[in-house]
C-alpha cells in the first residue's frame, strides 16, 4: 500500500509584492487547486515541446497561457505530434 502521508511540494520564491498580490486575489481554499491546474498545463507542454516551450517563455516571447493554446492550434492543423509535415 502506498504511503499517503508523503506530499510532495513545489516551493517557488516570490517577491513580497508576488505573494501579498496572490494572497489578495486568490482566495486560501482555491490555491491548491488553482496551482494544481497551472501544474498539469506546464508538464503538458514540457511533455510536448520543452525546450522550444522553456525559451519562448523566458524570453518573454510568449506568455506562459499563449503556449497551451499555441499547441493545440498547432496540433489541431497538423496532427497529434505538433509536427505539420
Known amino acids: ?49 520543452g525546450e522550444v516551450a522553456l525559451a519562448l517563455v523566458l524570453d518573454r516571447y510568449i506568455k506562459p497561457r499563449e503556449v497551451v493554446r499555441l499547441l493545440h492550434d498547432i496540433e489541431k492543423k497538423g496532427g497529434k505530434d505538433g509536427d505539420s509535415t
Do not use: C, H
Open 1 to 49: 500500500m502506498p504511503d499517503k502521508s508523503w506530499r510532495p511540494r513545489l516551493t517557488v520564491e516570490l517577491t513580497e509584492e508576488q505573494y501579498n498580490r496572490l494572497q489578495a486575489l486568490i482566495p486560501w481554499g482555491i490555491q491548491r487547486p488553482f496551482f494544481s491546474l497551472i501544474v498539469d498545463d506546464v508538464i503538458e507542454v514540457l511533455e510536448k515541446k
